[in-house]
């Protein structure tokens, strides 16, 4: 099945010998600790053949874990202590007996035994530590670390197995590091000590130096691995995702989303998936088996397993579930029954699964930005969780799935590829955009596409995104307001979040905000929110300037993270309102659909594919870090989407669905009926 991505159909040929397109891979985690015996009960033929039954395509072992050890008999590296048996490639030879690729882990930034042996090769804090002996220690590859370690290990690991891909795990390699090396390399480079207070102006350079230097060792290490075998596929572990939306580098071809596993699961994988439908590489994503994720031995919940896999496969992803191989080097229970369960998901999407020429065609589209996780001019590339700085993507996601919308997501880098179709380019809270970006936008309002600013205006290069027709001050106004309904009879929606002074200069206000009743920035009544005042300021809400043939809106108001922080339902119903205002005739929308219902829609030159995903009944349980779960629920999920028609009599198929019903007008279909949970799917055949 082909993603949507014309504009890099070349790129895509030209990668063909090195890249796959998979539906399901399997990945076994195998950190062991130095006393743990290992590979004594080893039942290579029996995880392959579990596997295969299963379907899976691909599955991935360790060659190196975080504690630095292999679990193979390697020369170069330091193999477990306690290894009694070469499980790396007995299970690889066994899964190939099997048709299944065997895939290469290796622990790429994290070496525990690399660092207890040479401390030189340990990642330095900005406060002079190191991790101590005993444990995973983060080391640095800028260090003797790659040419002594890396490289011979991926050397012998290819002369002993010629593995079809190597997965790089930690990409933690690439944040700051104040080892020797990185100190030198930085004054050597930039004429200055390495920067370590976070205000210090030298942090731009910092991060950028970072960014370079570290795309560089990527390319390196993919460069090396293309030389030994260029039929082999290369993937880092988080570059190109969410949390690193730009390019990957060169020699990378598969793009592994690895989003967190604690915390709510179901939406933000979808979230995953919808970004990584626009890539230019395959993409997998990879949630775990469990219910604790990857540090845990209790199974996550049958019906959270299904929607993620669904989440996946009906944006065209790799599913690739984390799962844990028992160190005596057989599968366990929770293997056992995990497998079954994903294979029966497949069999009901390989049912419902749109044609091979079929495209993803959504609406709407969601923009993000490097700018929102590295920082301005990559400060922040790479420091901290870069994840804790998605807020406004996870709310507009969030926002846009509960409002019934057909949407994706894609960065900057994927947006030539993916906003052919598209009507509505939403910008959510973003800080900076590229010039060709707004190039690209501006061309796109003229030819009639709509833009939405939510929050803010992006500077681009330094100065605020152009045709706006608003000016936005620095100064803040208030730090909650309300929004003026969009129909008469439903209520003005709270805001919360730092909103500042704009005038209109040029563009038609549309909607003005109505402060908290004797409002001021940080004014609290008891805990917090102010009552409305009920009285429009002269500040701008929503404000409307023509383009060409389009228009680009502004909404004065941080409804993107604040959703995320604290979404309540009048702002989905005011967003619902607002989508029919900006998108009047989008080719599918869920008609008052109450949450939590993902709408995907492919079409081909004759049907059109809508799934259903349903995302209720996710459970947060835990104290401190929150773990999901979700339950079955036994009644049917209900749902009604009005369908934009392309033929006067079209035929329909209720793929994965039950008593549907068809109404007609001259330019619309609407189909209700409900569909047993979590997924739903209809095709509908243009006459
Ligand atoms: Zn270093």
Known sequence: ???????????????????????????????????????????????????????????????????????????????HPRLAADVFGGLIAACRREGIQGEAYLSFGIDGAGGEARPDWRRVYADGSSDPPGWFINVCPFTSYLDERVLPQIEEIFRLYR?????????????????????????????????????????????????????????????????LDPKASVGFNQLGSLTYPEPVPEGVTVLTLDPDTSGAQSIPFSLNAAYGSNS????????????????????????????????CWQRGATFIPGDRLHPEGHATELTRSALPLVSTARSVWKTCAPAEDAILAPDVLVLHSPSLTNGGGRRLFAVGDPRSRLTPINGMHRLLLDAGCNFTVAAEWQLAGAIAGISLVVVPELPELDAGTEQRLLDFAENGGTILFVGTLPTVAGRPFQGSG??????????????????????????????????????????????????????????????????????????????????????????????????????????????????????????????????????????????????????????????????????????????????????????????????????????????????????????
């Open 280 to 311: 230019p590489l395959p993409c997998e994503i990879m949630p775990t088996i469990f219910q604790g994720g990857w540090g845990d031995w209790s199974p996550g919940s049958p019906r959270r397993l299904e929607t993620i896999a669904f989440a």
């Open 163 to 227: 593995p079809d891909a190597y997965w790089f795990d930690t990409m933690s390699a690439l944040s700051p590091c104040y080892c020797a090396q990185c100190r030198a390399d930085f004054l050597r480079d930039a004429g200055a000590e390495l920067p370590v207070a976070e205000d210090d102006p030298l942090q731009a350079r910092a991060g950028q130096w970072r960014h370079e230097r570290g795309f560089a060792t990527v390319n390196r290490v993919a460069d090396f691995i293309r030389a």
């Open 470 to 687: 608003v000016e936005l001050g620095s100064e803040v106004w208030q730090d909650h307001a309300y929004l003026p309904p969009l129909e008469t009879g439903t209520p003005e929606v709270l805001v919360r979040g730092a909103i500042r002074k704009a005038a209109s200069v040029g563009a038609e206000t549309v909607l003005f905000l109505i402060p908290a009743y004797d409002a001021r920035p940080g004014l609290r009544y008891g805990w917090g929110i102010g009552p409305s005042s009920h009285e429009p300021s002269a500040q701008p809400a929503l404000s409307r300037q023509t383009r060409g043939r389009g228009a680009i809106w502004f909404l004065n108001a941080p409804l993107a993270s604040d959703y995320a922080r604290a979404g309540n339902w009048p702002q989905t119903a005011w967003m619902t309102q607002l989508l029919t205002l900006l998108v009047p005739d989008p080719r599918a929308r869920l008609i008052a659909s109450g949450g939590n219902l993902e709408l995907t829609v492919w079409q081909n030159a004759h049907s059109t594919w809508l799934f259903f995903l349903d995302h209720e009944n996710e459970q947060l349980v835990g104290d401190g870090r929150l773990w999901a779960r979700s339950t079955h629920g036994p009644a049917p999920r209900e749902f009604a989407v009005s369908i934009s028609a392309k033929s006067p009599s079209p035929g329909l198929a209720a793929l994965q669905a039950a008593k549907t019903t068809l109404s007609k007008t001259p330019t619309h279909l609407t189909i209700s009926g409900e569909f047993p949970p979590p997924f739903g799917a209809l095709r509908i055949d243009w006459q």
């Open 1 to 79: 099945m082909s993603a949507r991505m014309p504009a890099w159909e070349i790129l895509r040929d030209s990668l063909s010998s090195q890249t796959r397109v998979m539906e399901l891979a399997w990945i076994f985690d195998f950190h062991t600790p130095a006393f743990v015996r290992v590979g004594e009960k080893c039942d290579f033929d029996g995880v392959a053949r579990l596997l295969a039954d299963a379907g899976v395509e691909a599955a991935i072992f360790h060659t190196k874990c975080h504690y630095g050890f292999s679990y193979y008999p390697t020369q170069v590296g330091t193999p």
